[in-house]
Each structure stands twice: as structure tokens, then as C-alpha cells.
């Protein structure tokens, strides 16, 4: 079994910071990419930031320059640091992974339980 746990979430004014954290455990071959969505209220779930095992980044334009994704590989573990947060930010954030259970097995997509940021003053 795959679990992936984030923490990090909160209540935060505007223009404060937070950091997310995802960590993977289990029977895990490998990570192919991790990834962190976000889904407010009424609307669907968007990519926020992508990392694939290569290192390559991606940003919804919406958080270019205020949101950064790393990974630490021996933690199994996707961060996303936020910065100079605003309302808008305000959803719920998943992560999410590609991820190998069995050498010759496929990448199989696994998503965290979600963790709560609100930014309000």
C-alpha cells in the first residue's frame, strides 16, 4: 500500500507564507513525477506545480515567481513552498505522484488526503 501524507496547511493573511509537505511511504519502486493541485470550492481541480524525477519544473502562471516545488528523494517527499500568498490561493491542496510499486510494473497515480490553506485577513 501507497499512502501519501501532506502537512503544511493553514490559516494565513495576505502576503504571508507556507510551506506544504507530501511524504510518500510504502512499497514504492520508484517516482516517476510529484505534483501539487489545488481545488477551491465550486471549481476544478488545477496543477499548480509539477516535478518530474529529470528535475524539471512547471507553474501555473497564476503562481510563477510566488510558489516553488522541490523534492527530497531519499524522503520521498514533494515540498511547495508558497510566498506572498492571496485570497485567490485559498483551496485545498493535494499532491500527487507517479509512482512504481514493482519493477516492472506501471506508474499508477496516488493522491494525498488534502490539506486546507486559507488566506484571509
Known sequence: QVQLVESGGGLVQPGGSLRLSC???GSIFGI???DWYRQAPGKQREL?????SG???NYADS???RFTISRDNAKN?????MNRLKPEDTAVYY?????????????????GQGTQVTVSS
Request: hydrophobic share 40%; glycine share 8%; with cysteine.
Open 77 to 81: 517527499t514533494v515540498y511547495l513552498q
Open 95 to 111: 499532491c500527487n505522484a507517479r509512482i512504481k510499486t514493482r519493477y516492472w510494473g506501471p506508474l499508477s497515480d496516488y493522491w
Open 55 to 57: 528535475d524539471s519544473t
Open 63 to 65: 503562481v510563477k515567481g
Open 32 to 34: 516517476n513525477a510529484m
Open 48 to 52: 499548480v506545480a509539477g516535478l518530474t
Open 23 to 25: 511524504a510518500a511511504s
